[in-house]
């Protein structure tokens, strides 16, 4: 192992990048590494860390063995919107205590179920201009991509949590891209293989087409692969360093000949002015008719753009740097739903999901759609059912009009109670987008 440098270096080098640079997912390299608290503690952490730090002989290594991965924060004073940016070129490689956490859900006008999630990794080397995570408590105190070299306590909190309650869903793509950087984490395959052999199941989500790692892996069913998907004009520009349309959903298409469930989300879905204009919806058109050509999802999540101010005035802070391409238009939006995230106006959104569930029925009539972060008004007016949610992160389908404020009206699903449980979300900028997914 390289000796690392001592943590009080000169971080000034890691802000000098040009203001144009994207992140290349193909060639992603840190130009830092952080060895946190816990990662040289027993030989395989330290194998692993070595093996990291061999794929990037040009990185420079900094020791900080004495912060935890969620307070390796060495940017302070760097500006918010260069910090963030800044921060997907360092990875933070630490250990974790705790890994599953729970989605509490949100029930006021805008409804979503509650999940569970488990995270091998944090954050991600892409750079969406509307990134939701922009304003989560993580990106704000340490905004590097990092790993989780702990695997191990990750599978054994799972097993005795199985061992408990009889099955699990978790979700591994909210706070991470699942498969971003796993050609050289070479984590997933892992993860894959440790689910076949528990009764329990994870949903990767990814903008990546990095799937060549777990292709042959033995899954049994146990690993949903779900694609975040937008138009090809969109997943170019807005969501540099991502695979561009075509090469996800090739991805998506090899994972299913290799057995794999598929699921869609297409989310966020951005006007490109204050109406949804003709060229827009075409766009989307396209990309739903080559996301079904290229495989047949179990479930289609929409979403239409949404952001707390938070992660708004950090979109805008990105854009005027020169950082990021503008991805909406504030004469589109209103804050919109009780937990008061600036929307598309209504007649808007209306039009946008009007519009993709119309081609997504012409080509599937039977396959589940759902709305993620959405009023029951609106799965109402667009004939969605949202007393059975089949949404991109639950496993069964999750009455959305039950109010958990009377447990006698919560239904006993004979599942999982956590996934079907909700509890009314803070309204509070900083809980909210925290979760939000990546
Ligand atoms: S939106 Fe998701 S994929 Fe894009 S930069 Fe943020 S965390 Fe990464």
Redesign the pocket.
Known sequence: MRKPKPRDADYQSICAIPQDAVVDPRGWAPERIILAKGVLDNPAYRAYVDRVLRQFPNAEVVEALDRSWNSADLLKGVPFAERFDLGKRTLVLGTRGRFITTFPGIFEDVRCPSFERSHFQD??P???A????TASTTSRMAPQVKIFVNLDDMFSEIATAVQRRGRLFLSAGELQ?SL?IDWFAGQARRVVEFFAGVNAKVLFLT?SDKVDGILDADHRGHTILSW?LNTDKITRTI?AG?APLARRLDAARRAQAAGYPIRYRIDPILADGPDWTPGRDAEYRDAVRAAFDAARPERVTLGSFRAVDGCKNAHEARVQAGRVERAVTDRALAKIGGDRRWRFKDELRFAMYHSIISEIRALDPEVPIALCKETLEFWHRLGLDPTSCKCNCVDEGVDLTLDPSNPARTPARGGDPITNRYRAGSTSGATHSEDD??
């Open positions: 954050l991600c892409f750079s969406c509307y990134c939701y995570l891209d971003a903008k975040s969501e991502t997914d990546a």
